[in-house]
């Protein structure tokens, strides 16, 4: 057999002891605020219909969805058939988000709650070209609420993830905050027609990676002249002029005043909570995905290129999947993003691995002897670990640093006459021969 | 736009919040057992390359992989060429077990310690037909430990998991045991040629489901006389007989003797854990899988067509992926039956879930006051829910038994005026009004 590579696929990682607990405690932050804010936890399938994720996420997004090929009876029809088209070889791909799988099952379960206010914890794949800090299998956390067009519940999507980077240890952050109708608004001010306006908008989300310059190169490419580009960018930056959303808000016949007057509420009504200080207008932030109708949200951070997760509201989503017109709004955070910063900044408490103890014995000493010993001291709260051979004690003894274990226990025919162990705890070098129970107690006092 | 299917893939579920509470209760039992057995987390991207897992589960197993199919330029060229085969439309697939990715991972990294026990708990795929307790997506709860022979390794991996289900509250389980080698010793025994011995262990596996008629059939459909099938089966009925095992490892010279002298070493091993009372030899128990080298284990429950898990030896699967030889043993326990059962039995003790508290206002407080008494409740570490809009009262109120809570908050002028909140609890009727800290403290305190 010729050796296959070992490693990950591109854009995937593997994930050892030392990066799943890291993993682990920030995702055991985020799970407590959101339960805190009175989210319930939701899991989706990996794997969608087709028909349930395109159409949702723009062209782009179209394009990066992972298709599941086709199997037996079903792919050896669509090969004789001869041209298959990439349709005809796949009707299923992987999570792309998880807020069109929300979308889906709330226009699927008749006996949710009016509001439902969910949190999903869940990897998604995307097939777009790996760079440090985007991976093609990555996770997100995202609280959304549904029912309701109450800018309470932008508020407190912000709340909850402004909530979870405080305890995590952020304090340098931003929430930018804008508004589609807004955009849309400022885009026909620039004379960019209706059918472009989407095309703006994707050209737009790139502004911090490829400068005002790649903005209207994108722009130009699509069809759009030069001088259309530079007008919304410059509209975009006249909107920076502080007061500006006041004077919008109140302008009330202009396009674009009742989505500036929400944004003006929002921040009033996110004021008094985690969010407020943290909240902050931007003009110039259109988020690529496709389905964003009102606010939309995204975080970001000193150092960090790119952001940390994002959101907004989108009321005509769920539609797509009902005859009912469900409003939502919901903040996505990215689990590798915050790991990346909190791995730079050294934010990370000392967080325990391993086992405690490692359990040597003399070669005389039967093995279900030494299982008797580690059954007891686990049964009192221990993570114990059994030498499974009988080299040489000294070579025993040595594997306990590779482990990281504080302890090593060693059973003799002594020891094992009285019931006892020699408990060595390795920093100190200091051994003494105790009861079992009376070890475990010394073990979990450290 | 037509309507799409809300419902998840064929064999895919989605977990509302009662299932989600259920399964993590399961899993922190889990991962608190197998981390005081000293094992340490791993956790491998959903898609592997399909190098890593074709060859590995025989070949029914590779006819159930998910495929992912190739995109963009890949993908054309690959239709260009004409006639392609499956092979190639894809080189990426989903996990189909935990154990390959382990294999591969131990191949990777050189600096994992000498005896590498790792646990690991994530869904896997299949495309099998969906059926009671059998999903296409379904989660594994795996422990392994690598780079020893010694039975200490298969004894300790049966421990974890006997504890588990122990603590789980299962009383009535059993781990079958048997060994692949004393298999072959009675497949061969039966004048079963060596070239269709998989054949006739895959056929085996059937047996607590089609019987042994159904196995003989399935093996004249490979070509095996009904003499040979007969003659397997009754020497497995034969190798009950009480004290077998002894007799069969004394007959030094026979084929299976080392392996019936493994199996009452490691039988002799647990007798004094955790697993001892439990384990039992099956000399019908073959394992679908084809990796399996030395002893091979099952937990069938009484209830349960089908097993809550099972695992084995496998000594040669990671020198498939390394020029090194590493041994390896491993179990792994199938969330979804132990699910299955404990919902049949009514074994899941109460699970909290969904917020404590909503709060609800009447239409004169402004929301940004109701979302600053929740910060001051969530802080005290309260689940409130926000009431996003300020319909009547009583409808607010209403909504409170929707989502489970047990208190409703009321903030009115009056409340706001002396930083304090109405409190109601709604199995009672009971209502007071107390400062908002001392609210927390009720709501806690019940």
Known sequence: MTQVSTKPPSGMRDFLAADVVQR????????RVYESFGFVPLETPTIENL?????????????LLYRILHRRERLSRALEAGQPAELDLADEGLRYDLTVPLARVVANYGDLPAFYKRYQIQPVWRADRPAKGRFREFW?????????????????????????????????????????????ALVAQAQIPPEQESAALIALDKLDKVGAEGVVKELAEKGLGA??????LGALEAARTPGFLATRAGDTGKPGALAAAELVALLDTARSGPAGK?????????????????????????????????GGR???????????SIPAVGFSLGLERVLLVMGERGMFPAL?????????????????????????LRQAGVRVEVYADT????????????????????????????????????????????????????????
Request: net charge negative; proline share 3%.
């Open 140 to 184: 997100q956390c995202d609280v959304d609420i549904t029912g309701t067009k109450s800018l309470v519940a932008d508020a407190e999507v912000c709340g909850a993830v402004a909530t979870v980077l405080v305890e995590l240890g952020f304090t340098d952050f931003k929430i930018l905050l804008n508004h589609r109708e807004l955009l849309r």
């Open 51 to 63: 028909s349930t994720l395109l159409g949702k996420y723009g062209p782009e997004g179209d394009q």
């Open 227 to 232: 001088g259309q580009g530079e007008a919304l």
């Open 352 to 376: 325990g691995k391993g086992p405690q103890l490692l359990l040597c014995r003399f070669a005389d000493v039967p093995a279900s002897a030494a299982i008797s010993v580690a059954t007891t």
């Open 314 to 324: 989108y009321d005509n989503l769920i539609g797509m999947f009902t005859k009912r």
């Open 391 to 446: 080299p040489a004690l000294g070579k025993q003894i040595g594997y306990a640093d590779t482990i990281g274990a504080s302890f090593v226990g060693i059973l003799g025919g002594n020891e094992l006459a009285r019931g006892a162990l020699t408990l060595k705890r390795l920093a100190t070098g200091e051994q003494r021969t105790l009861a079992v129970a009376e070890a475990a107690s010394v073990i979990l006092s450290l």
């Open 24 to 31: 682990r405690y920030v995702l055991s932050v985020v799970q």
């Open 278 to 310: 943290y909240l902050a207008f931007d003009p110039t932030l259109a988020r690529g995905l496709s389905y964003y109708t009102g606010p939309i949200f995204e975080i970001t951070c000193a150092g960090l290129s790119g952001s940390m997760g994002g």
